[in-house]
């Protein structure tokens, strides 16, 4: 049985099945929520092929609708990539469970204990765009941390979303777990959209991702909590004293491996010392990739200047605020790492930012001074994942200040209660 939406959606009804299966998740072992996570692996193995068949067709939809690569790389499920998902969950299950573990306890004055414990958010509301592995990363976070989810994905996955779906929910069937504690609404309307960011009453958390218009909807309209971020324009700044050819593949890794995602590196910041070295190294492995260059200045000379097969662009006023999701590549060069700092204040989205060189200080200095969610010295942008960084999986990488930054994993999917023993204390 699948719980979804229709054309007669009722978001209310859906929030409120939601919150009593929250209620219901809360009181669950670990052992419990960990056995129901091995079965959904399980069953998407098991379900491969009606998985892929089901993407083929979400596939073929976006190519006829002239979704971009960068979109079509995001859509796109093959077995490698659900038998991935699966081996995720299985990951998520090995791990710790924070619920109701203490974070801090302390004995007061008057003899009272006071701690503070790890409890669930309680219902999640997940709207993205055109990556269904966010179903899967959500719904097994979700159960391992005991809240309840509303998820809505983008039309150009509906295929794929409802295929795992089917999959999460006859799993929790089999491990007897509440299956409205994993609902989706597949009704195309975007009204509902505006419905689920004002469901306060029984949703306590919306977390976008998708692009800017996406979160700036969000921000507007919510009357429940946002937790925005997943939009990267991310820098890597190659410093006078880096290893040049280890510098060059660490930046060949960052924009080239998945040039889609939000941790790909957007724009190189390059020491002017390092520049007549490290320029016609760039520019030359860059045309093998494929990539296409948007260059400032002295680096947009440089480059024209070598006869290195690269495709050269100047860039544009806004060309260093792009997210660019593609084999692009911003170049610029900067004086040191103070002006790669401003640059970053300038033009970064606090994502994925790092600094490539073999100076202590300059290295001090930019991870001081650099207040992105993932600050790297001497490694590819590409780690600032819930998987790279040992959570499993993620909800998504969170930019903002408050209750999570970085990589949502299963300690920012929980909030905390104070809890106080006494001993028949009175307050005097």
């Not at 295929?163 to 007897?176: H, P, R």
């Amino acid at each position: 049985m699948v719980m979804v939406a229709d054309q007669t959606t009722d978001l209310v009804a859906m929030g409120q099945a939601a919150r009593a299966a929250s209620r219901r998740l809360a009181s669950y072992t670990t052992n419990a929520k960990n056995a129901a996570l091995m079965k959904i692996a399980d069953v998407l193995e098991a379900h491969v092929a009606t998985i892929v068949a089901a993407n083929e067709q979400d596939m073929a939809d976006g190519r006829a609708k002239g979704l971009t690569p960068a979109m079509l790389d995001r859509l796109m499920l093959d077995e490698k990539r659900i038998r991935a998902l699966a081996a995720d969950t299985r990951s998520v299950a090995s791990l710790p469970d924070p619920v109701g573990t203490e974070i801090e306890s302390r004995l007061l004055p008057n003899g009272m204990r006071l701690s503070r414990r790890r409890i669930p958010v309680g219902v999640l509301g997940v709207i993205y765009e055109a990556r269904p592995n966010v179903t899967i990363d959500i719904a097994t976070l979700c159960l391992k941390t005991g809240n309840a989810v509303i998820l809505r994905g983008g039309s150009e996955t509906l295929r794929s979303n409802m295929a795992l779906v089917a999959a999460i929910q006859e799993a929790l069937e089999e491990a007897g777990f509440p299956l409205d504690a994993v609902q989706y609404i597949d009704n195309p309307d975007r009204a509902l959209v505006t419905q689920l960011l004002r469901l306060d009453k029984y949703v306590d958390m919306i977390i976008p991702r998708g692009g800017a218009g996406l979160h700036k909807l969000c921000r507007e309209q919510a009357t429940i909590p946002v937790i925005t971020g997943g939009i990267g324009v991310c820098h890597l700044f190659v410093d006078e004293s880096a290893d040049l050819p280890r510098a060059l593949d660490i930046v060949e890794n960052a924009r080239v491996q998945r040039p889609s995602v939000c941790n790909s590196c957007d724009t190189v910041l390059v020491h002017r010392a390092a520049a007549p070295a490290f320029l016609p190294m760039l520019a030359e492995r860059m045309a093998r990739c494929k990539v296409e260059l948007r260059a400032t200045g002295a680096a947009l000379s440089a480059l024209l200047d070598d006869a290195h097969g690269a495709h050269v662009v100047e860039a544009g006023p806004d060309d260093f605020d792009q997210e660019w999701m593609a084999l692009i590549l911003g170049v610029k060069v900067v004086d040191g790492v103070e002006e790669a700092i401003e640059h970053i204040y300038d033009h970064g989205s606090e994502h994925s930012d790092g600094i490539l060189t073999n100076n202590l200080v300059n290295a001090n200095r930019f991870v001081e001074a650099i207040n992105s969610s993932a600050v790297f010295v001497n490694a590819s942008t590409r780690f600032n994942d819930g998987g790279q960084f040992g959570l499993g999986a993620e909800v998504a990488v969170s930019t903002q200040k408050l209750h999570a930054r970085g990589p949502m994993g299963l300690e920012e999917l929980t909030t905390y209660k104070w809890v106080c023993i006494g001993d028949w204390n009175i307050r005097p």
